[in-house]
C-alpha cells in the first residue's frame, strides 16, 4: 500500500542523546516535511524539503538537523536531546512542494527525559 | 504575526449538523485546507479552498470568504466515527502551511 511510513512508532530518550527519526515514502512526492505537534498548540514545522538534495528550515529548526540524499527518505536527528523535544512527530509529503495537498505518515511519539 | 483561530471544543449529536469555524491572519494567501484527525492518529486531508464560496463532498462542506479572513467546516448527518480533531490550515505567500490548534469535535448518541 503506497503512503508513508514512520519509525519508531514510539520512543523514549535520556537528555542528551542522539536520536534519528526516520520517514520513507513510496509515492515519489517531491516534498517532504517534518512537524511536531503539541498539545493545545498547532502543528509547527521543523524542516521541509522541496526536492531531493535540498532542505530548508521552518518554525521551530532549533536542535534538529535533516538531510534528504533521495526521493523516498527524510531523516529527522536529534543531536543531543532536550526535555522540550518532547512532542509528537509527524513527517508528510506532496507531489510538487508548496502548491500541493501533503500527506501525513502516522507519526512517533518521542519522550525525553 | 500570523495566526489561525478555532473553537477548543465542540459538542454535537449525532445525526445533527455542526459548523466548526476559522479565523485567520496571515502573511498571503495561497489557500485554506481542512484535515481530520483521529485521536492518536495522523492528520488526514478533508477539503481545500482557495476561491470564496461552497465546496460540497458528501456530508462535507468547505466554506471560505477571503475578504473576511473566514472559513467554516459544515459535517451533516453526524456519526459517531466523526469524533475527532478539525485542523484548518492556511497556505501563506511562502507556501508554507500555518495550522491552527485544532478543534475536538464531541458526538453524543
Known amino acids: 500500500i503506497a503512503g508513508i511510513t514512520q519509525a519508531p512508532t514510539s520512543q523514549i530518550l535520556a537528555a542528551g542523546r542522539r536520536m534519528t527519526l526516520r520517514c520513507t515514502q513510496d509515492?515519489?512526492?517531491?516534498?517532504m516535511y517534518w512537524y511536531r505537534q503539541d498539545l493545545g498548540l498547532g502543528l509547527r514545522l521543523i524542516h521541509y524539503s522541496n526536492t531531493a538534495g535540498t532542505t530548508g528550515k521552518g518554525e521551530v529548526p532549533d536542535g534538529y538537523s535533516v538531510s534528504r540524499a533521495n526521493t523516498d527518505d527524510f531523516p529527522l536527528t536529534l543531536a543531543s536531546a532536550v526535555p522540550s523535544q518532547t512532542s509528537v512527530y509527524f513527517c508528510?509529503?506532496?507531489?510538487?512542494?508548496?502548491?500541493?495537498?501533503?500527506?501525513f505518515g502516522p507519526g512517533t511519539r518521542l519522550t525525553v527525559l | 504575526g500570523q495566526n489561525i483561530d478555532q473553537p477548543t471544543e465542540m459538542t454535537a449529536t449525532e445525526g445533527a449538523i455542526v459548523q466548526i469555524n476559522c479565523t485567520y491572519q496571515t502573511s498571503g494567501f495561497n489557500g485554506l485546507f481542512w484535515y481530520q484527525q483521529h485521536a492518536g492518529e495522523a492528520p488526514t486531508f478533508l477539503s481545500y479552498?482557495?476561491l470564496d464560496g461552497l465546496e460540497e463532498k458528501g456530508r462535507f462542506s468547505s466554506f471560505l470568504s477571503r475578504s473576511k479572513g473566514y472559513s467554516y467546516l459544515l459535517l451533516k448527518e453526524l456519526q459517531m466515527k466523526d469524533s475527532a480533531s478539525y485542523l484548518c490550515?492556511?497556505?501563506?505567500?511562502?507556501?508554507?502551511?500555518?495550522w491552527g490548534a485544532g478543534t475536538k469535535l464531541i458526538i453524543k448518541p
Open positions: 508528510a509529503s506532496s507531489a510538487r512542494g508548496g502548491e500541493d495537498t501533503q500527506y
Open positions: 490550515a492556511v497556505r501563506d505567500s511562502n507556501y508554507q502551511l500555518i
Open positions: 479552498n482557495v
Open positions: 509515492m515519489r512526492h517531491n516534498a
